[in-house]
């Protein structure tokens, strides 16, 4: 009974932070080559917002955990020293929560008139 | 890429959770590549944050990826349980303040320090035994004379024997006495200091030689010398050739049998060598007191027992004498024993400073977790809990602090012994000795214990409940007792700073301090002659003669006692006329004719002796002004007056009259006799004085080729300049300095800590009432100037009582500081005002950083 009630709280879907959300986002609109540099970037020039390598590994693992992403490793390249990266992609499951939450947030938004439609 | 940021990324490559780490030090050296046109500094600093911000989370983050293990360890770092996760926090978190932590780092290091410096310096010379077997059991023995209050006396041969035929308590009473031998034969010749210690002596020290042995029992002996490490390795090169071969020590041979072991020394008694001393039958029973006593006791003997004992003995003989014995040990420490403790006793409230500093900066960090205690409190974590957390968290600051203390205590030391004036006789002092490490480690402990408890205690009694509601949004003040400590602390060092300036200016006056004569451009040196014979005479009058007609040389004169270099003799000078129960004392000098002119000592009447003043002319003296003033109070001229040396039957006719000299910066300008040595039989000068045309080592080589020339065997010792002897003569108040200096400027540098600790504690909690301010139109200056203000009161409270404390203890500054009134309105203001613009500037770095608030971010807060 322990286990099934500490199963049901693991795939229960969860509430997404803020930053979460973002490197959700950020991951799939890197698609396909979305590693650290690459999200981290994204986010920059999106948002403006400079973050620290340290936090996004320890969200990607988090969401990696979550169910939300998966990864693989890539080629090792030169540049790197040799090392491989990293690359994530939104699981199914990822995808619908963010498709969920895109859904709900603009429902909350809608009618209010506040920001103008971006395009 | 640099080799520190490769070796760094390799570290970090093994701390990190293997899921990541190779992808994450892929994505450090891409970053890396990437901004390889800027700066290398910039380029460095971005890469050491960002690999310090992946170590962060790496730390907090768990190791395994399994969500299971995940849960048990959030559980854990939620507040029940595991000591591992809170160090792993601690350090994350001060990584996440770097300011901060610096700050606490410094202020430890400084308290543990100072503390563990001290600690060495007791260590080496209050705990540690002296250089010999079971040095507990070694006692010293004195003759006492209450009645005169004299309780050091060498006590005679028939007494030590006495001692030694009808006392109990010792296993054996070693005796020793000290002499000079003059080294001739190979090369220069030169004065040695000696111990001469009987057979019994070395038995009971358990002397064991370093090379070769230590001299016997044996009649032979007597021919027998042993060096001390020093004087082997100075004028022998550390040779171990030396064993074995003669050396000519007075003219007569003696065998060198051994080397004893560095740092051996007795009593503070600087030796060159050893030689053996026997006693003839008539010298048992001689009462002239000139030995140095050591005994070891038997094991169940004390102290206390030996020396009831020997008093009774020496009570025996003479009623008026007693005894006394002296565990060896503090004897050799001497008045360090009393200085040490009281040191030890202010690094104490140093390290007290630095923690109560350390308890606010903490106080200000866990005032800004008090979510996550509350959060931990509500989730089952009970106080003690908590409070332990606290406390652990403070283990690994204490524990580096403790580690760069060592480190300063090394530099520390070395200062300290370098000022000290008495620090050839003592041990040396090691840093190395696993109890000074043991003490650093303690201290570092105890000061986590103390500086985490404030914090601990208010973390865990925090309500649970207000700390969730309230999210921070208190406008609280920092805490009275953090303000009056902080307060307390200033008042300290402003207290500390008052008395470190007035005995800084009352060396500059004793560097200035008239000492009657001119020091300047003066070399002294000692010529020791075997006798008073004619010859020995004649061996002076050539030398002067001959140094007068050197280039290097202005004048020379000779006297048996130097003023700074020796005290000389004094007796009392009656006068002529007077009654004969007016005895003047005074010092006396045996002196060349150009002795005045060679140190400077301005003649104010009268003549200098010459040529006319020789054996069978009438006796003639030179006085001091003090004298002329005590013996003449009327005023009347005192040339042609006559005074007797100890008796009126030979009088001395007074020629001149000279200035007063000091004999020592402590005592205040003597009066002095002065005799020409040419009418004197029985004493004979040994110091000679030189005023130097320039160069002092011109000068030096002068008076050494004479003295060779006259006699190849006669050695030149003890070459000092004037100057030198002046500012060895300052050397116990330099170290007393140095000491109140170093004192007062720690203190001083932990209360700016403090005040500013307090203050960015202060803009921390209020920092959401600012930002209403800010927001409801207040000007950056008028939040600046709020927040100065705040860091103001606390050093204006603490300088009103510091300036108070040091007008309470100027009276006690008396002892210390000589020709200076303590209380000085001008030096107390200008202290009051450095510290009060040092606490201020300390301040103002939290009242920016408070100006720059933004006003949504603290409203919004959590």
Known sequence: LLQFHQRCKVNAVPDLAEFELRVLLGVLRRRGEAYAVAVRDEIASRTGRQVSLGSLYITLQRLERKGLLQSRLGEPTAERGGRAK???????HGLTLLRTECRLTQRMWAGLGLVPDER | MTRVSRWLLERLCRLLPP????????????????????????????????????????????RAAGDANRRHDESRSLGMSGWPVDVRHALARSLREPTGTVLSLLTLAIGLGAATSLFALTNAWLLRPLPFSDAGELVSVWETIPSEDIFENTPAPAVLFDWRARSHAFSGLGALTTGTVNLTGTGEPERLNAIRADAELVRVLRLQP??????????????????????????????????????????????????????????????????????????????????????RLRPAASVAQASAEVDVIARSREPALGARAVSLQEQTVGSLGH??????????????????????????????????????????????????????????????????GLLLSAWLVRAFTAWLPQRDTLPPVELTDPRVFAFGFAASLASAILFALAPALQSASRRTLAGLREGGRGVAAPNAALRLLASIEVALAIALLIAASVVGRSFLRLTRIELGFEPGGVVTF????????????????????????SSAVQTAGVSQALPLKSFGFGSSFPVDGAPASATHLAYWRIVSPDYFAALGIPLKTGRAFDARDRMGSSLVAIVSESYVRAAWPDGASPIGRRIGWGTLERPLTVVGVAADVRLSA????????????????????????VRTRGSDVQAIDAVRGAARALDPLQPVANIQTMNELAWRMLARRRFQLALWAAFAVAAAILALLGVYGVVSYAVRQSSKELGIRLALGARRSAVIAHVLRQGLTLSCAG????????????????????????????????????????????????????????????????
């Open chain 1, 86 to 92: 990293r690359y994530y992609e939104l699981t199914r």
């Open chain 2, 19 to 62: 899921a990541i780490a190779a992808a994450a030090a892929g994505d450090l050296e891409e970053e890396w590549r990437r901004h390889a046109g800027e700066p290398r500094i910039r380029a460095s600093l971005r890469f050491v944050r960002e690999a310090a911000g992946i170590l962060c989370c790496a730390l907090r983050s768990p």
């Open chain 2, 210 to 295: 370093a090379i070769g042995r230590v001299f016997g029992d044996g009649d032979d002996a007597i021919s027998e010398v042993v060096l001390t490490h020093g004087f082997w390795r100075r004028r022998f090169g550390g040779s171990r050739e030396i064993v074995g071969s003669a050396l000519s020590l007075d003219g007569v041979p003696a065998t060198v049998v051994g080397v004893l072991p560095p740092g051996i020394t007795l009593l503070g008694i600087e030796a060159d060598v050893w030689r053996p001393l026997r006693f003839t039958a008539a010298e048992r029973a001689s009462l002239n007191r000139y030995l140095w006593v050591v005994g």
């Open chain 2, 339 to 404: 200085d040490l403790p009281i040191l030890l006793a202010a690094t104490g409230v140093l390290l007290l400073i630095a923690c109560a500093n350390v308890a606010s900066l903490t106080l200000a960090r866990t005032a800004a977790r008090r979510r996550e205690f509350a959060v931990r409190a509500a989730l089952g974590a009970g106080g003690a809990r908590i409070a332990a957390q606290v406390v652990i968290e403070a283990l690994p600051a204490a524990f580096l602090g403790g580690a760069a």
């Open chain 2, 526 to 549: 000692e010529l020791p002659r075997s006798s008073h014979s004619a010859r020995d005479r004649a061996f002076f009058d050539e030398l002067l003669r001959r140094l007068q007609q």
């Open chain 2, 666 to 689: 402590a005592t205040g300008p003597a009066p002095h006799v002065y005799m020409p040595y040419a009418q004197v039989e029985e004493f004979l000068p040994s110091q000679l004085a």
């Open chain 2, 799 to 862: 300088a009103a009582a510091g300036v108070l404390l040091a007008y309470w203890t100027a009276g006690a500054m008396r002892g210390f500081v000589v020709g200076v009134e303590p209380r000085q309105p001008l030096l107390y203001a200008a202290v009051v005002a450095v510290v009060i613009a040092a606490s201020t500037m300390a301040a103002v770095i939290p009242a920016r950083r408070a100006a720059s608030v933004d006003p949504l971010d603290a409203i919004r807060g959590d």
